[in-house]
């Protein structure tokens, strides 16, 4: 099942669009659908990653130690 939703976007980034559609036969849907799904996805890890540094009880850990542990 799928939505239809209608974006606005500025000509120039349309155009950006259009033109990698072309280059790899793909739909601006199929184009559209992926970078969602990436934005998603990241903003997904954004999200736990903030709830860790927010979380006292779990210790931030510095680079040198990091290296430390892992001997390098």
Sequence with gaps: MSAILSIRVP???AEELNQIA???ERSRSFHI???LENYIAEYADLQIALDRLRNPR???VSGNELRKSLGL
Excluded: G, R
């Design 11 to 13: 000509v120039p980034l």
């Design 22 to 24: 072309e280059e790899t």
């Design 33 to 35: 659908q992926k970078a």
């Design 58 to 60: 779990d210790p931030a």
